[in-house]
Structure formats: C-alpha cells, structure tokens
C-alpha cells in the first residue's frame, strides 16, 4: 500500500488566498517530513522538513505542521502567488545507516490564479 | 553549490533491451538515488547508495540494476525494457551529517520505449 498518502491530486487558490496541503503517513517510525515543489520540467527542490521532535515549523510563507499522534503533516502556504503554481510532493523518512530513505506522495498540482 | 547530471536526457528504447542511465554529482555527496516518477504516482525509489560501491535496494527495485562506480557516481540499468514504457527516471544526491536529509536532484532522464 501507499505508505505516504496526499488525498487532493490538485487544488486551486485565488491569489492572496492561504491555502493547506494534506498528506497522511503510515510508519509510525517515521522521524523526518518534508515538502518539495516541482516546476513543470523542472527536478523537485525542497521546500521545508521537519524533524519528528517538533510539530511546525515556519518559514516565510510556509509551514508545515506535524501531528504525529494522527500520521499526518500538513503545508500552509499563506498570502499566495502564482509563482507558487507547481506541484508539491510530500516526502517522509526515517534516519537509518547514515542516510535518510525518502518516501513520496503522489503530489498535489496547485493553481494559483490571479 | 554543486550540480547534478542525468545522461542521457532522452532515452528510446527498443522492448527487451538493457538501458543504462548515469548519474554525477559534484558536491561530493556520500548518498546517491535513483527515482522513477510516473504520472499521478509521484516518485518510487528504485535504488540508493551510501557510499562508493553500496547498494540498498528501493520498493521499485525489480527490474532494475544499479551500480555506485565511485562516490561521485551511480548509474541504474533497466534491464529488459518493457513496450511502451514511458517515465521519467531522476537521480538524487544528499550529504550525510547534519544535514543529511535534503536530496538535490538532477534534470531527469525521459525514457521511451518502442
């Protein structure tokens, strides 16, 4: 099965909007959490992580929340643009042999329309 | 900075041949990946690498063969490639330490098979 799960395969936004994105895991030895954007064409890049021993964490536009008691992480992307119209993927882990196994979601294609 | 690079960047194949894909970075990453990236299903680990001439196999292994040559390169094989087949195969990189958890990744490999 899917161990990490994003439920809304798109989502549209008015610009200036605040919007959530949604992904649910399963491991619960999962100690690492991140969202990556992807530009059409373009290789995914990090966006934010958090690590298991917090429950958000904020930067600039962005924040991820961590509720590890429900496997679930979330992004807030707030005061949107159109260049935040990419596809976002979630992706969690856990720290093992020095290096961190990423599992991904299947991505949410966001829209932000002016 | 570093950079990662894919060749080639667009592969045709013919069913039943072996492909080979390579990858190299030069941020002298000690871990190296091979995604698959298919439409709606986000990106499957095939294999990943912790260090020059280790191999862990991903939850899309099957099929597939890889080898870390040295630190600064991994290169995956699709052993017999099946008709039809069309995805986008992306390698990735990240250091190990603190922060081991990020994964910069390359333009991406397009394969076609005939």
């Known amino acids: 099965g899917q161990q990490v799960k994003q439920s809304s395969p798109s989502l549209t936004v008015q610009e200036g909007g605040i919007l959530i994105l949604n992904c649910d895991y399963e491991n619960d030895m999962f100690d690492y959490f991140a969202w990556y954007k992807k530009y059409p064409d373009n290789s995914p890049t990090l966006l934010i992580s958090?690590?298991?021993?917090?429950d958000k964490r904020e930067d600039g536009r962005f924040t991820v929340f961590l509720n590890k008691s429900g496997k679930h992480f979330s992004l807030h992307i707030t005061a949107s643009q159109p260049e935040d119209t990419a596809v976002y993927l979630c992706a969690a882990g856990i720290n093992q042999g020095g290096s961190a196994k990423l599992i991904f979601g299947e991505g949410t294609k966001l829209t932000v329309s002016s | 900075g570093g950079i990662i690079t894919q060749t080639p960047k667009f592969l045709i194949g013919q069913e039943g041949q072996k492909l080979t894909l390579k990858c190299q970075q030069n941020?002298?990453?000690?871990?190296m990946y091979w995604y698959r990236q298919d439409s709606g299903k986000g990106l499957r680990l095939i294999y990943y690498?912790?260090?020059?001439?280790?191999?862990q196999k991903g939850d899309l292994s099957e099929g597939y063969d890889a080898s870390r040559e040295k630190k600064s390169s991994f290169s995956l094989t699709v052993t017999s490639a099946q008709k039809n087949e069309m995805a986008v195969f992306l390698c990735?990189?990240?250091?190990?330490?603190?922060?081991?958890?990020?994964?910069?990744f390359g333009p991406g490999t397009r394969l076609l098979v005939l």
């Open positions: 941020f002298n990453h000690d871990t």
């Open positions: 958090v690590r298991s021993n917090v």
């Open positions: 690498s912790i260090t020059e001439n280790d191999l």
């Open positions: 990735a990189s990240s250091m190990s330490g603190a922060n081991q958890d990020t994964q910069y």
